[in-house]
Nanobody
Framework: VQLVESGGGLVQPGGSLRLSCAAS????????MSWYRQAPGKERELVAT????????TYADRVKGRFTISRDNAKNTVYLQMNNLKPEDTAVYYC???????WGQGTQVTVSS
């Protein structure tokens, strides 16, 4: 199982980023996929989750209405579209999924002017 995140970077408050997580080594469409984040000095927290078919997704309250999780099962990829970013969204973002709940290596998102 391998999960590889990309798309992080530095963005100004109010800006947008789209994160991607490319998965391999398992039947991608069969598994729930999630995005987590961890800010410096804080515990890792769940941001969003999407079921295998992509029909149902859930979000942490602090990102509802700003972030959208989606997936393309043909490309074995899950996405996190992040709009109206705030400085408090600064964190390393990780995807998680697969039969053993594997983690990617993370991608840094920094929101700062």
């Amino acid at each position: 199982v391998q999960l590889v995140e990309s798309g992080g970077g530095l963005v100004q408050p109010g800006g947008s980023l789209r994160l991607s997580c490319a998965a391999s080594g398992f039947t991608f469409s069969s598994y729930v996929m999630s995005w987590y984040r961890q800010a410096p000095g804080k515990e890792r927290e769940l941001v969003a989750t999407i079921i295998g078919t992509g029909g149902v997704s859930t979000y942490a309250d602090r990102v509802k209405g700003r972030f959208t999780i989606s997936r393309d099962n043909a490309k074995n990829t899950v996405y996190l579209q992040m709009n109206n970013l705030k400085p408090e969204d600064t964190a390393v973002y990780y995807c998680k999924g697969g039969p053993r709940g594997s983690w990617g290596q993370g991608t840094q998102v920094t929101v700062s002017s």
